[in-house]
Structures are given as structure tokens and as C-alpha cells.
């Protein structure tokens, strides 16, 4: 009963440098979503998937990767990290259709780039 | 396109106290869903109360309950008997959803900051 699982919990970068934030989720779920959460900001969509293999950009993907090969996962690379990437990164997901109205979190990855 | 406007950075209640957070929103999908989420100082993101356009009834779980006024297009949340634990930040979250193309996924507002006094 895993849930979403998110890892790193917490990383420092160096300008510069790549990296990337695993998303796993146990529950089959057609849909899974990245936001950044920044302070005053609320929580912003990077990107999003409806299932394997179908990705979509959202509100802010610039200096962000995403791919959707299996169901289960939903990594998401940053390619050069910048110091404006320092954020909150949260990973959810949910099921398609009316059933989809619980969306389940992961617990968040806390990264800071200097 | 989907837009949630918290206008509340802040509120103060006293314990016990009911409050009111608001939360209006703009869409142009007839079918869409509205969801209240409370995030503590640990970060995490814990679901409060959902409620879908078409439901004829304000949704209620426990001591909350959303304030569905869809002509206005706001979905307040309603605070009862105010507890320590409830201080936290609060976002209301909002996605469409289509029959044949499926729902859409959160946007949130900038959320507010509940402080609950002793």
C-alpha cells in the first residue's frame, strides 16, 4: 500500500548540473501530473501524462523532461538545473473518468539549486 | 482553461471559532470538480472535500463543509469549531472533466494561510 511514492525527498544542486525526480505509483493509475510549488505561487503544473507513452506540457515545463514508458512511473528530468528550479516538487495521480476525483499525492521533493 | 482565485493570503480564527476560506473560480466547462486541500508545515498535501458541478447538495466531511454557490462560481470552505491543528495553509483546486476526452488535470490557487488562536 505504497501509494505515491517520490524520491529524492530532499536534494542541493549545483547550477548546472541534471538531475531527476522519480514518481511511482502502485494503483494503476491512467493519470499522473508534476507541480512545483513555490512560495505565494500555489502549486503549478509542469507537466502532465494520461497514460503510458502520452505527455503534455503544462503551466510551467521550461528547463523540464518528461517521459511516461510504463504506467507505474513518471520521472522528471531537469537537463541544466538553475537556481530558479529551487521548489517544492510534487508528483500525483489519479484514476481517468469520475472515479479520478481522488487524487492521491506523493509527500513532495524538496530542491534547492545554488 | 481553468483559473482559482484565492484573495485571502491570511486569516486569524480564534479556537472553537468557525471560518470561512474563499475561493472563486472560472471555467467554461460545464462538467468540472472543486477540491479543498490542507497542507500542514510537514508539506504534504491532505485531501479535505470535493464537490462536482452537477451535485445538487454542498459537500460535507466532518467538521468541513464547501459553500457551493455555482451562478457566483465560488466554492468557500467552512471551518467548524476551530481546532490548533487546523492552522495550515489551504488551497482550493479545481479540473474539468469531458466525457470523451477525460478530466483535466488540477489547477490550484495561490492558497491561504489559516492561523488558529488559542
Known amino acids: 500500500n505504497a501509494g505515491v511514492t517520490q524520491t529524492p525527498k530532499f536534494q542541493v544542486l549545483k547550477t548546472g548540473q541534471s538531475m531527476t525526480l522519480q514518481c511511482a505509483q502502485d494503483m494503476n493509475h491512467e493519470y499522473m501530473s508534476w507541480y512545483r510549488q513555490d512560495p505565494g505561487m500555489g502549486l503549478r503544473l509542469i507537466h502532465y501524462s494520461v497514460g503510458a507513452g502520452i505527455t503534455d506540457q503544462g503551466e510551467v515545463p521550461n528547463g523540464y523532461n518528461v517521459s511516461r514508458s510504463t504506467t507505474e512511473d513518471f520521472p522528471l528530468r531537469l537537463l541544466s538545473a538553475a537556481p530558479s528550479q529551487t521548489s517544492v516538487y510534487f508528483c500525483?495521480?489519479?484514476?481517468?473518468?469520475?472515479?479520478?476525483?481522488?487524487?492521491?499525492f506523493g509527500e513532495g521533493s524538496w530542491l534547492t539549486v545554488v | 482553461a481553468q483559473k482559482i482565485t484565492q484573495t485571502q493570503p491570511g486569516m486569524f480564527v480564534q479556537e472553537k471559532e468557525a471560518v470561512t476560506l474563499d475561493c472563486t473560480y472560472d471555467?467554461?466547462?460545464?462538467?468540472?470538480?472543486l477540491f479543498w486541500y490542507k497542507q500542514p508545515s510537514s508539506g504534504e498535501m491532505i485531501f479535505l472535500i470535493y464537490q462536482g458541478s452537477y451535485d445538487q447538495q454542498n459537500a460535507t466531511e466532518g467538521r468541513y463543509s464547501l459553500n457551493f454557490q455555482k451562478a457566483r462560481k465560488s466554492a468557500n470552505l467552512v471551518i467548524s469549531a476551530s481546532q490548533l491543528g487546523d492552522s495550515a495553509m489551504y488551497f482550493c483546486?479545481?479540473?474539468?472533466?469531458?466525457?470523451?476526452?477525460?478530466?483535466?488535470?488540477?489547477?490550484f490557487g495561490k492558497g491561504t494561510r489559516l492561523s488558529v488562536i488559542a
Open positions: 483546486a479545481m479540473r474539468a472533466t469531458a466525457r470523451n476526452s477525460g478530466n483535466t488535470p488540477l489547477v
Open positions: 471555467t467554461s466547462d460545464p462538467s468540472y470538480g
Open positions: 500525483a495521480s489519479s484514476r481517468a473518468g469520475r472515479s479520478g476525483n481522488t487524487i492521491y
